[in-house]
């Protein structure tokens, strides 16, 4: 079975994994093998379920009709096996929109537990991080709108959480941050980023004004999209700096309150119009930074706004949430 959803306007194919042995693409039985076996796969899984149908591609669309493949589940009861696969081919570590679509299609199957969590573990073949990584998600409802908590664990920050090299130092707000160089090549006010791990690695560029903000529309433009590819996306694609495994790049800035108005582009994607785990490492970075405190924060992304809980223990943050909903399309 395929089926595509929407989360937040970040759409994702779920295919199982027979559905795909069926279409003659050899996805091996065992997730953790699978994700190893990749590169003899994955591309033809994307080709064969994200591809627009001949003539069916909107002008100034992406080249792909989906963010991406989720392949799975692999068991017929929890824990559930997946793979989170990329447009490019590549394995994500986690995905919170990803994770929400999987959870809902779980649901619609009749797999997911009502009212007790779930565990959802996503295999990739990344070097600097275990595999598989390991999400608890819960049914709940959020402001009368039914839906998934995530629970993405405790965030690191830093460079050496993402494995960035060759990066400078830079003090904002009393916190040290992070200088990266490319990015404040492409523009002058991308001078001050975070980098945040939460299952997956990101870099948040804080800016003072919402117009620094890149839209969607200019990050397809080459001018801009071939330079942020070369940060975001690893070898051969890009260039793997400063993150040889790439990195998730977010820009933010604080609009109210416990409210932040973030734009996102994503590593073997490019730029998309929402991603939960980009809206928590945004809510993380601008909790570093003071510009919200721990509590309920809510991320705005050109595609809705995710709530994050933080959740913070002797001036720490010990654990971030996403809670995400997500539609069938087709």
């Known amino acids: 079975m395929t089926r595509l959803y929407d989360a937040r306007g970040n759409i994702y194919m779920v295919a199982a994994p027979e559905a795909l042995r069926q279409q003659g693409i050899a996805v091996p039985d065992e997730a953790g093998h699978a994700a190893q076996a990749r590169e003899s796969w994955a591309l033809a899984a994307v080709e064969a379920c994200c591809s627009w149908a001949p003539g069916e591609q909107p002008a100034g669309s992406k080249s792909h009709c989906s963010d991406g493949l989720l392949v799975g589940p692999f068991q017929s009861s929890p824990p559930f096996d997946l793979l989170i696969v990329n447009t490019d081919g ?48 819960k049914a709940a409802q959020v402001e009368g709108v039914q839906g998934f908590w995530l629970d993405l664990g405790q965030p690191t920050f830093g460079p050496q959480a993402v494995s960035a090299q060759g990066v400078e130092s830079v003090t904002f707000n009393g916190r040290e941050l992070s200088h990266v160089q490319p990015l404040a090549a492409l523009n002058g006010a991308w001078a001050r980023s975070q980098f945040v791990r939460v299952g997956n690695p990101h870099c948040v560029t804080l800016v003072d004004q919402v117009d620094a903000l890149p839209s969607n529309e200019q990050m397809r433009e080459p001018a801009l999209g071939e330079g942020l590819t070369r940060i975001a996306f690893a070898m051969p694609t890009g ?76 001036g720490k943050l010990s654990r971030v949430s996403l809670f995400g909903t997500a539609r069938l399309v087709s």
Request: hydrophobic share 40%; proline share 6%.
């Open 90 to 137: 590549t394995l994500a570590e986690r995905s919170g929109n990803g994770l929400t679509i999987f959870s809902q299609a779980l649901s619609d199957q009749g797999l997911l537990p009502r009212d007790e969590a779930c565990v959802l573990k996503v295999h990739h073949d990344k070097a600097d991080v275990i595999s598989p990584g390991e999400t608890s998600v």
């Open 239 to 314: 260039a793997g700096q400063p993150c040889p495994a790439g990195i998730n790049l977010q820009w933010a800035a604080h609009d109210a309150a416990q409210r932040v108005i973030a734009r996102v582009f994503e590593r073997g994607e490019g730029p998309t119009a929402s991603s939960g785990t980009s809206a928590t490492a945004v809510a993380c970075a601008a909790w570093r930074v003071g510009w919200v405190s721990a509590g309920e924060v809510k991320v705005t992304m050109p595609g809705g706004t995710a709530p994050i809980l933080l959740e913070e223990e002797r």
